[in-house]
């Protein structure tokens, strides 16, 4: 008796909610487990690396000072020095801070910090251990262990957002509605790639749930006060806290205060105009003392990033405005800018909105946008989303630069993707208006009908399980094996140049600045008036670049023509200072140094590509 009485306690009592908890986290546990076995690859976005190496200086007291310098930086700061006075800039030792630590002027600060904090907790093994069993396979490297720790720390800002969708679906929606956004969020094949990217994106979906869930209950309180006269205007600074802590996240999320704003003017009440002037202010004192220190260090308010407009444009196509020391800035922006703007809005309507998930859940919800709810709550959210979406369209195709190409989707430029959560719980109350629609003479079919569809949804993530496993290893360009071998030959305060700064800060802990537009003058200006340039390192993001296009039509002061000459004839130009080479790096990779580095251990010269495929 005391048997079935457990049995029934559990089935029906509140023991049953135990268990299906239980069940729900060792179901979530396996999928991150056989996700990250099967498909966890090494970062490969530019930004990833470039936050990483940042986090770790933090972590390690160096402050916000970087190893990835852009040319771009470097001339900002020399100019900041100078203040207009080309004698003041002579008579500091170091403009360029290229001597002592660099500041960093291309990231917002708090996704790093995050990271720093993450480093200081988590075992992080910078140098990568050939011994390992589960970091290598066969002698072979497959996983740079930090890289692996910091997708798990973003696998938990996944579980959180998944919390929040449910509470945020259970509380305009239902349960059901709840259930099944959560699961399709789970189920996003794209959103898992997200989390092993190392970008901000999983920060920034907390974030921005935070902002949502804030303005619900504000527009809660505003139809039918229960706390007090104070708690509405205390959600409206929350916003704005918020709203502000996304910009210091990723700049262009900043933007999000225009549809918040707009939200308080029409449904914020007879205070509405009190509450968009408060929800402002925060906004704005919140990103002020970053602003004003970028400010500061270089007269732009948001660093190299104040650029974004103008990069990809006709006049700045490429990178070519990040990688020039003395770019012609006196142009007309405003025509190349509106061009820009228009052509990436048309290329996100009639590509990326579509794809936005991995799946069919975009057009669910675009679908869904024309019911009507009687809910004014839920009305209310669906205005915000698209406000919301408008906003980030606009911000996505005015700051989208070369990174978009260089890494498709999984860019910290992909802005639309914020609204998915919002996207899933929208899709799901369709689907669900249309299954009320249907009768079914048994039960068990409607069940069948919510997994089909979440199957269907979900298919994406099934097929990553399925056919050849993926190589875990970003290679071209990045072999973090290699990007260490050459940094060893390195002493900690030398400089190098590489078409890959970012790798060479995270992998190889040494200061690196990206190459510059050619192989002379700029280089030179570096080199001989900066500070020595040591070592270059060239991947095959250069090496196996288009020869008519990026190597023959630059000219023969190009990188190109320096290429062909070594490739050609094992020499460099008779001008150029690093003239010593390990021929077995070519042709793939090419590392030019002053002095046979690699002499003092022999073993260690062999080729990168050699090792990847031993």
Avoid at 116 to 133: E, F, I
Avoid at 499 to 520: E, F, H, K, M, S
Wanted: net charge positive.
């Amino acid at each position: 008796m005391a048997v079935q009485e457990l049995i029934h306690k559990l089935e029906v009592g509140p023991g049953f909610k135990y268990i299906r908890r239980a069940l729900i986290v060792l179901a979530l546990v396996g999928l991150a487990v056989g996700y990250n076995w099967r498909n966890f690859r090494n970062f490969s976005a530019p930004e990833a690396m470039d936050a990483a190496q940042l986090a770790r200086n933090i972590s390690e007291g160096k402050g916000f000072t970087t190893y990835c310098i852009r040319p771009a930086s470097i001339r900002l700061l020399k100019e900041r020095a100078a203040g207009g006075n080309e004698a003041a800039a002579s008579a500091d030792s170091d403009p360029a801070r290229l001597k002592g630590r660099h500041p960093d002027l291309a990231n917002a600060p708090l996704y790093p910090l995050a990271l720093a904090g993450a480093m200081k907790v988590l075992p992080m093994h910078y140098k990568h251990d050939s011994t390992k069993p589960f970091w290598n396979s066969d002698g072979r490297f497959v996983r740079y262990q930090p890289d692996f720790l910091i997708g798990l720390f973003n696998q938990l800002f996944l579980v959180m957002t998944a919390i929040l969708i449910f509470l945020l679906a259970r509380r305009m929606f239902d349960k059901p509605v709840a259930w099944l956004a959560t699961a399709l969020w789970i189920g996003c094949e794209q959103i898992w790639r997200f989390s092993v990217s190392g970008l901000s994106t999983m920060l920034l979906f907390v974030i921005f749930l935070g902002l949502v869930w804030t303005v619900v209950v504000l527009d809660e309180e505003v139809r039918a006060p229960k706390r007090g006269p104070a708690f509405v205007p205390l959600l409206a600074a929350l916003a704005g806290l918020v709203t502000g802590l996304g910009g210091l996240t990723r700049y262009s999320v900043a933007s999000l205060i225009v549809p918040v704003l707009i939200f308080l003017a029409i449904f914020g009440g007879s205070r509405r105009v009190w509450l968009c002037v408060l929800t402002f202010t925060v906004w704005a004192v919140t990103l002020a003392p970053w602003i004003y220190r970028n400010q500061s260090l270089c007269g732009l308010p948001f660093g190299t990033a104040t650029y974004a407009p103008l990069e990809t444009t006709f006049i700045f196509p490429q990178f070519k405005l990040l990688r020039s020391l003395e770019p012609n800035l006196n142009v007309p922006f405003l025509v190349p800018v509106i061009n820009k703007l228009v052509n990436n809005t048309r290329n996100i309507l009639l590509n990326d909105l579509l794809r936005l998930g991995g799946g069919w859940a975009a057009a669910f919800f675009l679908v869904g946008l024309m019911l009507t709810f009687r809910h004014p709550g839920i009305r209310r959210l669906r205005y915000l989303t698209v406000g919301c979406l408008g906003t980030l369209v606009l911000a996505q195709a005015l700051n989208r630069t070369e990174l978009s190409e260089s890494t498709a989707e999984l860019n910290s430029e992909n802005l639309i993707v914020l609204v998915l959560p919002l996207v899933l719980i929208y899709a799901s109350s369709l689907f669900f208006t249309l299954l009320d629609q249907i009768t079914f003479a048994l039960a068990g079919l409607r069940y069948a009908a919510i997994g089909l569809f979440s199957l269907i949804m979900c298919l994406p993530m099934v097929f990553s399980f399925l056919g050849p496993r993926p190589n875990p290893v970003s290679y071209p360009p990045y072999y973090p094996p290699a990007i260490q071998q050459i940094s060893g030959w390195m002493k900690e305060n030398e400089l190098m140049m590489s078409d890959i700064p970012w790798g060479v800060a995270w992998y190889g802990d040494r200061q690196c600045v990206w190459i510059t537009l050619n192989a002379q003058s700029d280089f030179f200006a570096i080199n001989d008036f900066m500070k020595p340039v040591r070592a270059l390192y060239l991947t095959p993001a250069t090496m196996d670049a288009r020869y008519l296009s990026e190597w023959f039509r630059p000219g023969e002061r190009s990188w190109g023509a320096l290429i062909m000459q070594v490739l050609n004839s094992h020499t460099t130009p008779t001008r150029f200072p690093l003239r010593k080479m390990p021929e077995t790096f070519l042709p793939e990779q090419l590392f030019l140094t002053d002095w046979d580095r690699w002499k003092i251990n022999p073993a260690d010269a062999a080729s990168p590509d050699a090792k990847r495929d031993k």
